[in-house]
């Protein structure tokens, strides 16, 4: 056995860096954390105490004071899956819903949300043997990570694979409104002042629009043996 590392994964919204992520992260037997829900709990946090205008703004006066009684955390399911908890509470159902969606570029947009969120994750990976995804992970939370891959694929494709995820859950949308929510996502994630989604200069690029997820799994299987292979 080699020493473990840390394995940064970011990318767009919707281009299958989760599923990518956690079925690498099952083969190596790495711990997986999806940065993505902690974003998506904090905002379904702010919903539920009315800290979102109806312009989609954030009530910053209220969220920024109430971010240390925010407690996020995982717990492993019977199966292997995880499910977010949000104050103790189980929300994995909820903060995949569009509406969370459609709100939550606006608060990971907010500086202080930001640092509360990225001190946790710099935590979680102490003891490396990690793999995370997200958006700033090889970039502001781990830059030193040993492993680093950057994910895309067309907008149209991600909008067709993030409508099979929710009719697979039975929740109703239309190809045309998640389409909109995925462009208007890549926008806000792009040109946010604080940490925006970019490539790192050392990241490896995948993009998967015509890849199965067996040839993703495989090319990042290779990548992990190529660099802990020493
Ligand atoms: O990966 P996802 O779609 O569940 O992420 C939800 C939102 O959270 C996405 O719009 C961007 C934001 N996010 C972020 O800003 N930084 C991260 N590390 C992960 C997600």
């Known amino acids: 056995m080699g020493t473990s590392i840390i394995i940064a994964i970011d990318g767009y919204s919707s281009s299958g860096k989760s599923s990518m992520a956690r079925q690498l992260a099952a083969e190596i037997g790495y711990r997986y954390i999806d940065s993505g829900a902690m974003y998506r709990a904090v905002t379904l946090y702010a919903m539920r105490h009315n800290m979102i205008n109806s312009d989609g703004s954030v009530v910053t006066e209220l969220l920024i004071p109430a971010l240390p009684s925010i407690h996020i955390d995982f717990s492993v399911n019977g199966d292997g899956t995880q499910s977010t908890m949000l104050n103790g509470e189980n929300v994995e159902r909820e903060i995949r819903s569009l509406d969370v969606s459609g709100h939550v570029s606006q608060v990971a947009a907010v500086p202080a949300v930001r640092h509360a969120?990225?001190?946790?994750?710099?935590?979680?990976?102490?003891?490396?043997?990690?793999?995370?995804?997200?958006?700033?992970?090889?970039?502001?939370?781990?830059?030193?990570?040993?492993?680093?891959?950057?994910?895309?694929?067309?907008?149209?494709?991600?909008?067709?694979?993030?409508?099979?995820?929710?009719?697979?859950?039975?929740?109703?949308?239309?190809?045309?409104?998640?389409?909109?929510?995925v462009t208007q996502r890549d926008h806000i994630d792009r040109t946010r002042a604080e940490s925006p989604l970019r490539q790192a200069d050392d990241a490896v690029l995948l993009d998967n629009t015509t890849m199965t997820l067996e040839q993703q799994n495989q090319f990042l299987l290779n990548l992990y043996n190529k660099i802990t292979r020493k």
């Open 117 to 181: 969120l990225v001190a946790m994750q710099k935590d979680m990976g102490t003891g490396k043997g990690i793999v995370m995804d997200g958006r700033d992970i090889g970039t502001t939370v781990f830059p030193e990570a040993e492993m680093k891959v950057f994910v895309t694929a067309s907008p149209e494709e991600r909008a067709r694979r993030r409508l099979a995820e929710l009719q697979a859950k039975g929740v109703e949308a239309t190809y045309e409104e998640i389409l909109e929510n």
